[in-house]
C-alpha cells in the first residue's frame, strides 16, 4: 500500500491518541481511589513505643559526703557507694534527671559545703555510672563560687558525656533548648531557679542562670514545641524550706505552665518531699491530656539533720506513643521513695540512697538491723500516703 503524505499523517495522529489514553488508563489504575484509600488506612496496625523519665531530688553535698568519698592512697574521689542500690531502678531509665545542688568547681577554688557549695566532679562519674544522663544546675548555689565556678561545673558536667541545663555559660547558649530523644521520642527539658541565695548574677550577663520568669518559661515552652518537642518537662526550683505542701504560689505557677503545654514539672528546693498530682488537661475542643507536677523531689543525698530531710523519691513517668498517629501521652506516674542511709566504714562516716520497697522486699539486708528495718518500713507506709496527700487528680480547662 502507498501511503501518501496525508495518510501517514492521519496514521500518525491515531498512534498519539492511543498512547495518550494508555497513559491516562495507567495513571487511574495505579491512583487509589478514595475507597481504597480508606481500606489501605484501616490495614495499618497500630503499634506504641515508651519510654521512661526518672527524676530525683538534690545532690546536696555537704562536706561530710565529700569527705567520705576521698581516697588517700590515690589522692583522689569516688562516690560510686551513694548510689550502689538504686543504680537497677536509674539505669533503666530512658530520661534520668537529678538536681546537682552544689558547684563542681575544681579543687583550686576549694572543696566546701553549706553555705557556699563546691565539690570534687567525681560527683558526675557516680551519677553517670548510675545511669543519670541530665543534670539540672539551676538552683540557688548556681553561683556559690562564682561566674568562673558556674562555668567550670558546665564544663565538668559536659566533658563527661551528661547533658545538662539551668545555667549557662553565654547568651546563645543559654537560648538553646535541650532535647533529648528516646525511642522515637523528643523531650525536651528546661530548668529554672527563684534565685541565687542573694548573690547578684554579674551585670549584663543574666545568661548565665535561667531564674523563674513565668512569661519566659511559657515562651520557652512554646519555642520547644516549635523545635520538634513532643513532651517538655521543666525542673523549678521554688518553693518554700522543709515544708511539706506546696504554698499558693507554687500551687498557681505548676497550673499556669501546665495550661500552656508543660506535660511534666519536677520540683526542688525544699529538701522535703512535697507531693505530686495528675491532672486532666481539657483543651478548647474538650479533649483530654494528661500532664504531672511533682512539687518537690526532696532531697537524694545529703546529710541535713531533721525529720524527713532524709528522705526522697525516685518519680518515674512513662511516656507512650501511638502509632501511626504519632501522639505521645503519658501512661503512668509512680512516686518510689528513698532514704539516706549513713554508716561507718573503715572509721569513717559514709552514705548510700536505699529504694525503700525494693530494699523492703529483700529477705536479707546484711547492713540492716531489725531496728533499721522497721524504721524503713513506717518511712514507706508514710510516705506512699503523703505523696498522694493533695488528691492524684486534678481537671483543669484550657480556656
Not at 543559654?174 to 523528643?186: E, F, G
Not at 532531697?299 to 524527713?308: E, M, P, R, S, V
Not at 501511626?324 to 569513717?348: F, G, H, M, R, S
Amino acid at each position: 500500500m502507498k501511503f501518501t503524505p496525508l495518510l501517514l499523517i492521519f496514521f500518525l495522529l491515531v498512534l498519539i491518541s492511543s498512547c495518550n489514553q494508555n497513559q491516562r488508563t495507567t495513571a487511574e489504575i495505579i491512583k487509589p481511589t478514595s475507597s481504597e484509600s480508606s481500606a489501605e488506612l484501616k490495614q495499618v496496625k497500630s503499634y506504641t513505643k515508651e519510654a521512661k523519665l526518672v527524676a530525683v531530688g538534690d545532690l546536696l553535698m555537704h562536706m561530710s559526703l565529700t569527705r567520705s568519698g576521698y581516697i588517700p592512697q590515690q589522692k583522689t574521689y569516688n562516690f560510686d557507694g551513694f548510689f550502689t542500690e538504686v543504680k537497677p531502678i536509674i539505669s533503666q531509665a530512658d530520661w534520668a534527671i537529678a538536681n546537682v545542688e552544689t558547684t563542681l568547681a575544681g579543687a583550686e577554688m576549694g572543696y566546701s559545703g553549706y553555705p557556699l557549695f563546691n565539690a570534687p566532679a567525681q560527683l558526675v562519674d557516680a551519677a553517670k555510672k548510675a545511669g543519670f544522663n541530665v543534670l539540672t544546675t539551676a538552683n540557688n548555689h548556681s553561683l556559690d563560687k562564682g561566674e568562673k565556678g558556674l562555668i567550670n561545673t558546665i564544663n565538668n558536667i559536659r566533658s563527661r558525656g551528661v547533658a545538662s541545663t539551668g545555667t549557662a555559660r553565654t547568651a546563645k547558649e543559654a537560648a538553646q533548648i535541650l532535647m533529648v530523644k528516646k525511642n522515637d521520642i523528643n523531650m525536651a527539658i528546661l530548668a529554672y531557679t527563684y534565685g541565687t541565695n542573694g548573690i547578684p548574677i554579674p551585670k549584663g550577663k543574666g545568661y548565665l542562670v535561667s531564674l523563674i520568669d513565668e512569661g519566659k518559661i511559657i515562651s520557652d515552652i512554646a519555642r520547644a514545641r516549635k523545635q520538634g518537642a513532643e513532651i517538655v518537662t521543666v525542673a523549678l526550683h521554688f518553693g518554700n524550706e522543709y515544708q511539706r505542701q506546696p504554698d499558693a504560689k507554687q500551687k498557681q505557677l505548676v497550673q499556669n505552665l501546665i495550661k500552656a503545654g508543660a506535660d511534666i514539672i519536677l520540683g526542688n528546693h525544699p529538701h522535703v518531699v512535697q507531693p505530686y498530682q495528675i491532672f486532666r488537661v481539657k483543651d478548647k475542643d474538650g479533649k483530654l491530656k494528661t500532664r504531672t507536677a511533682i512539687y518537690s523531689l526532696g532531697n537524694f543525698i545529703a546529710n541535713q539533720n531533721g525529720k524527713y530531710r532524709n528522705l526522697g523519691v525516685i518519680f518515674s513517668v512513662k511516656v507512650r506513643k501511638i502509632y501511626p498517629q504519632k501522639t505521645v501521652e503519658i501512661a503512668q506516674v509512680e512516686a518510689l521513695p528513698t532514704a539516706i542511709d549513713k554508716y561507718t566504714l573503715n572509721n569513717k562516716l559514709n552514705f548510700r540512697v536505699l529504694p525503700l520497697s525494693a530494699t523492703l522486699s529483700r529477705k536479707e539486708v546484711p547492713f540492716l538491723s531489725p531496728q533499721e528495718r522497721l524504721v524503713l518500713k513506717d518511712q514507706l507506709f508514710e510516705m506512699k500516703s503523703h505523696v498522694k496527700s493533695m488528691g492524684e487528680y486534678k481537671t483543669i480547662t484550657v480556656k
